[in-house]
């Protein structure tokens, strides 16, 4: 009994005694709550507070050690503060600059302050940052800061990681960066920082990563960097970097990622770096280096991705080199690199590898069976002159993920069993002699993002159906399709084009089903049908491509409702009726087309997305079929209507297309005035108005046009005198103003009769009358300066005897 009344007591003693031990008190200094809560107010000031709910656990009536994105130290001062994203993206347009940091500066505790991703302006706090001399982690990534780094960063002694990548910073580096002796990391990419890197780098002898890569940094690497003894990644890639990379690089035997690409780094790789015995990583494509690639480079047994050649470089591989590499290979880049004959068996022994990219060489033959077989998830060879069928035992591979072979001269049909590798997101097989149907086993590829089939032989009238495969991109331009067009697609389709084929019948008007379509390009085929009635209502269209087709009717005025077109080709075709007034509402800009959406999983190597080039645009530029860079599509801004029957007046409303580069309304049968608002198009270069029956003159508001370079009003009716002045000066190209009735002017070199032309008894006037005016001065100027000059000689004499005299 007593055991049994014992626990219970001695249970509630222990209790009583717990409870007497005083227990720590989080609280945070009341300075460093109130410096929070001051952040929080000016924040919410700028934003609107009813939707801004990221700090709601900041509290006054709470400890800040317990608020969301505060950590503090045992002692209770604040130590973290991860603000990264704190300003909601919904604030923007609502500008908030980086003075709202200054609360945050009287916490001066902090050993990490994370303020990414806030799209914070102005210039960097310098004076601010000077306070927090505790900081050893900075990361001020993705904003819009401007200006120059300030020098107090560079007196933060205890720093270790220092992230400025991704801002708008345009600055030379300051020499105090050399300050920074136990820096360990210094993250500068893709702030296009400039100038120079300086010696003083050299005094960061502790640190281990540096990142300055996609910026405006030039002139060569400082030879001091052979004291950075401790540096394990250095990334100067995408800059403008010079001169010779230094031996002095061999000396960091602690490298093991090493990124020079994009850079204009001259002379050979110096054979100092085969002493890099830690190297995973080398990086040095699209440079200017030359002479012969090291063999040595594949005898550092820790090299895993290798990246050399690239445009621009003039290093040669030695094609009769015996290699054994030492090494083991996940990542191979040699591009441009002059490799010919057959691909390099020695690429067989690399049994981890699986990205191989031999693209632009001179490589020939048949796909060799032990690359087939080597399970790689990525084979770039495009830009060679490999021949032969593609062998059906490479689409058994489950790792496959990437195949490019376009331009190259592979021929037969595609083997059936293509579609067994389902792991493919991209194919593409542009350029080369490909014929006969596409296999239907395709569909089965339900990872596919990116089809380019283009430029081949391709034909028949029947295709997968994709609607239940991911494409994002379909290329079968230039083939021998026919039939109607196929809409076996996704709605997740972005962009299709079918251009170059023999396709007829009606345009669909089911098109309007691919809701999210950006790009729709089916020139140069036979469609048919009236386009008020056909043309796609697609919200999201940014590009319309149906020149040299069949199509009847008129432009409806309701086009005006796809507001993102930018693109818009309906040239040689049979439209009649008049140019509608709305379509000067079309005037929108846009993202890239063909890279914003690419998903994650596509590309296999860092940068690789950048360096693909899909298939041109093709339009008619400058009076020439040309193609426009898919990577560029979002520069230009075109309207051709063309050769078609169109009538009635230019309307006025086109001069609200400011940023157009090609206006081509040429070949049919409008009248009228040219509008005086063409002055207003400022970017236009390209202004094909001939061959309709237009009269009146040539506006002279056309003389601001400062980017023309094409202005062909030949074939019409007009008169009067031509303009004259900055950029119509130079429009002297006599075909462009060819067949009108009545202009004239200094480019035809045909005089205006009320041109005014000055007497020439005036000019002999003016001149004599100048003449006697510069005589008379000399007549009266010269006595007068030969008595002036006799009495200061007097004068002077004088004061010479007076001074003798003393």
Same mark, same amino acid.
């Given at each position: 009994?007593?055991?049994?009344?014992?626990?219970?007591?001695?249970?509630?003693?222990?209790?009583?005694?717990?409870?007497?031990?005083?227990?720590?008190?989080?609280?945070?200094?009341?300075?460093?709550?109130?410096?929070?809560?001051?952040?929080?107010?000016?924040?919410?000031?700028?934003?609107?507070?009813?939707?801004?709910?990221?700090?709601?656990?900041?509290?006054?009536?709470?400890?800040?050690?317990?608020? =969301?994105?505060?950590?503090?130290?045992?002692?209770?001062?604040?130590?973290?503060?991860?603000?990264?994203?704190?300003?909601?993206?919904?604030?923007?347009?609502?500008?908030?600059?980086?003075?709202?940091? !200054?609360?945050?500066?009287?916490?001066?505790?902090?050993?990490?302050?994370?303020?990414?991703?806030? &799209?914070?302006?102005?210039?960097?706090?310098?004076?601010?940052?000077?306070?927090?001399?505790? %900081? $050893?982690? %900075?990361?001020?990534?993705?904003?819009?800061?401007?200006?120059? !780094?300030?020098?107090?960063?560079?007196?933060?002694?205890?720093?270790?990681?220092?992230?400025?990548?991704?801002?708008?910073?345009?600055?030379?580096?300051?020499?105090?960066?050399?300050?920074?002796?136990?820096?360990?990391?210094?993250?500068?990419?893709?702030?296009?920082?400039?100038?120079?890197?300086?010696?003083?780098?050299?005094?960061?002898?502790?640190?281990?990563?540096?990142?300055?890569?996609?910026?405006?940094?030039?002139?060569?690497?400082?030879?001091?960097?052979?004291?950075?003894?401790?540096?394990?990644?250095? =990334?100067?890639?995408?800059?403008?970097?010079?001169?010779?990379?230094?031996?002095?690089?061999?000396?960091?035997?602690?490298?093991?990622?090493?990124?020079?690409?994009?850079?204009?780094?001259?002379?050979?790789?110096?054979?100092?770096?085969?002493?890099?015995?830690?190297?995973?990583?080398?990086?040095?494509?699209?440079?200017?280096?030359?002479?012969?690639?090291?063999?040595?480079?594949?005898?550092?047994?820790?090299?895993?991705?290798?990246?050399?050649?690239?445009?621009?470089?003039?290093?040669? *591989?030695?094609?009769?080199?015996?290699?054994?590499?030492?090494?083991?290979?996940?990542?191979?880049?040699?591009?441009?690199?002059?490799?010919?004959?057959?691909?390099?068996?020695?690429?067989? &022994?690399?049994?981890?590898?699986?990205?191989?990219?031999?693209?632009?060489?001179?490589?020939?033959?048949?796909?060799?069976?032990?690359?087939?077989?080597?399970?790689?998830?990525?084979?770039? %060879?495009?830009?060679?002159?490999?021949?032969?069928?593609?062998?059906?035992?490479?689409?058994?591979?489950?790792?496959?993920?990437?195949?490019?072979?376009?331009?190259?001269?592979?021929?037969?049909?595609?083997?059936?069993?293509?579609?067994?590798?389902?792991?493919?997101?991209?194919?593409?097989?542009?350029?080369?002699?490909?014929?006969?149907?596409?296999?239907?086993?395709?569909?089965?590829?339900?990872?596919?993002?990116?089809?380019?089939?283009?430029?081949?032989?391709?034909?028949?009238?029947?295709?997968?159906?994709?609607?239940?495969?991911?494409?994002?991109?379909?290329?079968?331009?230039?083939?021998?399709?026919?039939?109607?067009?196929?809409?076996?697609?996704?709605?997740?389709?972005?962009?299709?084009?079918?251009?170059?084929?023999?396709?007829?019948? =009606?345009?669909?008007?089911?098109?309007?089903? %691919?809701?999210?379509?950006?790009?729709?390009?089916?020139?140069?085929? =036979?469609?048919?049908?009236?386009?008020?009635?056909?043309?796609?209502?697609?919200?999201?269209?940014?590009?319309?491509?149906?020149?040299?087709?069949?199509?009847?009717?008129?432009?409806?005025?309701?086009?005006?409702?796809?507001?993102?077109?930018?693109?818009?080709?309906?040239?040689?075709?049979?439209?009649?009726?008049?140019?509608?007034?709305?379509?000067?509402?079309?005037?929108?800009?846009?993202?890239?087309?063909?890279?914003?959406?690419?998903?994650?999983? $596509?590309?296999?190597?860092?940068?690789?997305?950048?360096?693909?080039?899909?298939?041109?645009?093709?339009?008619?530029?400058?009076?020439?079929?040309?193609?426009?860079?898919?990577?560029?599509?979002?520069?230009? *801004?075109?309207?051709?209507?063309?050769?078609?029957?169109?009538?009635?007046?230019?309307?006025?409303?086109?001069?609200?297309?400011?940023?157009?580069?090609?206006?081509?309304?040429?070949?049919?049968?409008?009248?009228?005035?040219?509008?005086?608002?063409?002055?207003?198009?400022?970017?236009?270069?390209?202004?094909?108005?001939?061959?309709?029956?237009?009269?009146?003159?040539?506006?002279?508001?056309?003389?601001?046009?400062?980017?023309?370079?094409?202005?062909?009003?030949?074939?019409?009716?007009?008169?009067?005198?031509?303009?004259?002045?900055?950029?119509?000066?130079?429009?002297?190209?006599?075909?462009?103003?060819?067949?009108?009735?009545?202009?004239?002017?200094?480019?035809?070199?045909?005089?205006?009769?009320?041109?005014?032309?000055?007497?020439?008894?005036?000019?002999?006037?003016?001149?004599?009358?100048?003449?006697?005016?510069?005589?008379?001065?000399? *007549?009266?100027?010269?006595?007068?300066?030969?008595?002036?000059?006799?009495?200061?000689?007097?004068?002077?004499?004088?004061?010479?005897?007076?001074?003798?005299? *003393?």
């Amino acid at each position: 009994m007593a055991t049994t009344l014992t626990t219970p007591l001695l249970m509630l003693s222990i209790f009583f005694v717990l409870n007497s031990i005083p227990t720590p008190s989080f609280s945070c200094p009341l300075h460093q709550k109130q410096a929070l809560l001051h952040f929080k107010s000016t924040l919410t000031t700028i934003i609107n507070s009813r939707l801004f709910v990221e700090l709601n656990s900041w509290n006054p009536d709470s400890d800040c050690c317990t608020w =969301d994105r505060v950590k503090c130290s045992t002692t209770t001062t604040i130590t973290e503060l991860n603000l990264s994203n704190v300003v909601p993206e919904f604030a923007n347009p609502i500008p908030v600059f980086s003075d709202i940091l !200054i609360p945050l500066f009287h916490i001066q505790s902090l050993k990490l302050l994370d303020i990414s991703r806030n &799209s914070l302006n102005g210039e960097i706090p310098g004076y601010g940052f000077g306070n927090l001399t505790e %900081l $050893v982690h %900075l990361d001020m990534k993705l904003n819009n800061f401007q200006g120059s !780094i300030p020098s107090q960063l560079f007196k933060l002694e205890s720093l270790r990681i220092l992230d400025l990548s991704n801002n708008i910073l345009r600055v030379v580096l300051s020499h105090e960066v050399g300050k920074l002796r136990n820096l360990e990391r210094l993250y500068l990419n893709e702030n296009f920082l400039s100038g120079n890197i300086p010696e003083e780098i050299g005094n960061l002898t502790k640190l281990r990563e540096l990142y300055l890569g996609k910026n405006q940094f030039s002139g060569g690497i400082p030879s001091s960097v052979v004291y950075m003894k401790e540096l394990e990644s250095l =990334d100067l890639s995408d800059n403008s970097f010079s001169m010779q990379i230094p031996s002095g690089i061999g000396m960091l035997t602690n490298m093991a990622r090493l990124d020079l690409s994009k850079n204009q780094f001259t002379g050979p790789i110096p054979s100092s770096m085969q002493k890099l015995s830690k190297l995973e990583t080398l990086r040095l494509q699209h440079n200017k280096l030359t002479g012969v690639i090291p063999r040595w480079l594949f005898n550092i047994t820790t090299l895993r991705y290798l990246f050399i050649g690239g445009a621009r470089n003039n290093l040669i *591989w030695d094609n009769k080199a015996n290699i054994i590499p030492r090494c083991s290979l996940e990542q191979i880049s040699m591009t441009s690199c002059g490799i010919s004959g057959q691909i390099p068996e020695w690429i067989s &022994s690399q049994k981890d590898l699986h990205f191989l990219d031999l693209s632009v060489n001179d490589l020939e033959g048949r796909f060799p069976d032990w690359l087939m077989e080597m399970d790689i998830s990525g084979i770039v %060879l495009s830009d060679n002159k490999l021949s032969g069928s593609i062998p059906p035992g490479l689409f058994e591979s489950m790792k496959l993920e990437f195949l490019a072979l376009s331009r190259n001269n592979f021929s037969e049909e595609l083997p059936e069993n293509i579609g067994h590798a389902r792991s493919i997101t991209t194919l593409m097989l542009s350029g080369n002699k490909f014929s006969g149907q596409i296999p239907m086993s395709m569909s089965n590829m339900n990872r596919l993002h990116v089809l380019d089939l283009s430029r081949n032989r391709f034909s028949g009238d029947s295709f997968p159906n994709f609607r239940e495969n991911p494409l994002l991109y379909v290329d079968l331009s230039y083939n021998d399709f026919f039939g109607k067009i196929p809409l076996t697609f996704s709605t997740e389709i972005l962009t299709l084009s079918l251009g170059g084929n023999k396709f007829s019948g =009606d345009l669909p008007s089911n098109l309007t089903n %691919l809701v999210n379509l950006e790009c729709l390009d089916l020139y140069n085929n =036979d469609l048919t049908g009236y386009f008020q009635d056909v043309f796609p209502r697609i919200p999201t269209l940014q590009v319309l491509n149906l020149r040299n087709n069949s199509l009847e009717g008129f432009i409806p005025g309701t086009i005006s409702n796809l507001t993102s077109l930018r693109i818009l080709d309906l040239s040689g075709n049979k439209l009649t009726g008049s140019i509608p007034q709305g379509i000067a509402n079309l005037e929108r800009a846009i993202e890239n087309l063909y890279t914003k959406h690419a998903p994650n999983d $596509v590309f296999f190597s860092e940068n690789f997305l950048e360096d693909i080039e899909y298939q041109d645009l093709i339009v008619n530029w400058k009076n020439s079929l040309q193609g426009l860079s898919s990577h560029n599509l979002d520069m230009y *801004w075109f309207l051709d209507l063309s050769n078609n029957k169109i009538s009635g007046d230019i309307p006025t409303s086109l001069g609200n297309l400011k940023s157009i580069k090609v206006l081509n309304i040429s070949h049919n049968n409008l009248v009228g005035q040219i509008p005086m608002s063409f002055g207003n198009l400022r970017d236009i270069e390209s202004l094909d108005l001939s061959h309709n029956k237009i009269s009146g003159s040539i506006p002279q508001s056309l003389v601001k046009l400062d980017q023309l370079a094409i202005l062909d009003v030949s074939n019409n009716r007009l008169t009067g005198k031509i303009p004259t002045g900055w950029q119509m000066n130079t429009m002297n190209e006599l075909n462009f103003f060819a067949n009108n009735s009545g202009l004239c002017g200094m480019q035809i070199m045909v005089k205006c009769p009320k041109d005014p032309s000055p007497p020439k008894a005036n000019v002999e006037e003016k001149e004599e009358k100048q003449s006697w005016i510069l005589w008379e001065g000399v *007549w009266v100027g010269f006595p007068v300066g030969f008595f002036s000059s006799i009495l200061i000689m007097g004068y002077f004499l004088n004061f010479l005897l007076l001074f003798k005299c *003393w």
